[in-house]
């Protein structure tokens, strides 16, 4: 059974800095594209960030570009999110997915496993 497991969201002052992992479980963590995805409330879910399986290339929202970074640990199968300069419009709910498709895709609905979400709230 695939679990993706996050964790490290909390409440955090603007221009403050987290560090976000994704746990995952019961696939072979090594083969699968990693996306950081986000939902504010009464907002669709966005992307923010995505890492191929494949040479670690990277992606980003612009919304985010340079202020947060993607990661992987393979021997951990783990994936990061290290977000600095937090703006109050990070605010929201940050899920972590992975997709077993070579490359790295910006849409939701190619990712085939989900995590359940941690809070990040970003106080102004």
């Known amino acids: 059974q695939v679990q993706l497991v996050d964790s490290g969201g909390g409440l955090v002052q603007a221009g403050g800095s987290l560090r976000l992992s994704c746990a995952a479980s019961?696939?072979?963590?090594?083969?699968?594209?990693m996306g950081w995805f986000r939902q504010a409330p009464g907002k669709e879910r966005e992307f923010v960030a995505a890492?191929?399986?494949?040479?670690?290339?990277?992606y980003y929202a612009d919304s985010v570009k340079g202020r947060f970074t993607i990661s992987r640990e393979n021997a951990k199968n783990t994936v990061y999110l290290q977000m600095n300069s937090l703006k109050a419009e990070d605010t929201a709910v940050y899920y972590c997915?992975?997709?077993?498709?070579?490359?790295?895709?910006?849409?939701?609905?190619?990712?085939?496993?989900w995590g359940q979400g941690t809070q990040v709230t970003v106080s102004s």
């Open positions: 019961g696939l072979t963590f090594s083969s699968y594209a």
């Open positions: 890492i191929s399986w494949r040479f670690g290339w990277t």
């Open positions: 997915a992975a997709d077993r498709g070579d490359g790295i895709n910006t849409r939701a609905t190619a990712y085939d496993y």
